[in-house]
């Protein structure tokens, strides 16, 4: 009988164990629908010269984002809400950049920026 006691308890603690847990709301995401990220990277050269820029300040207007270009000029933004920015780059001795309107829907958008000098 106490066998079967702790072989009936062994069995309800494993079953609690690996059942759907339906009772318990996740805030983060619903079940069915997966949070979407994107991400944009590319990379800031002269526009005359070809030669990469390191240290471009990258923004994403109406955000409080911005990164700056590597010393290979590569600059990247992660963990993204899909949709339509504005991205200005701003470098010194150059022009401001404006690209208007970019869409960035999935991990993989990429945007070369041609930087020209200030006259």
Excluded: C, H, W
């Amino acid at each position: 009988m106490k066998k079967q006691i702790i072989t009936l308890m062994l069995a309800a603690v494993i079953g609690f164990a690996v059942a759907d847990n339906d009772g318990v709301k996740n805030t983060t995401a619903t079940k069915n629908a997966p949070v979407q990220v994107a991400a944009v990277s590319g990379s800031v050269t002269d526009f005359v010269s070809g030669e990469t820029l390191a240290g471009v300040e990258i923004k994403l207007q109406g955000t409080n984002l911005k990164t700056y270009s590597d010393f290979d000029g590569n600059f990247k933004f992660s963990n993204l809400k899909p949709g339509r920015y504005n991205i200005i780059a701003s470098f010194i001795s150059y022009k401001k950049s404006l690209i208007e309107n970019f869409s960035i829907d999935t991990e993989k958008n990429n945007l070369n920026i041609k930087m020209q000098g200030a006259n």
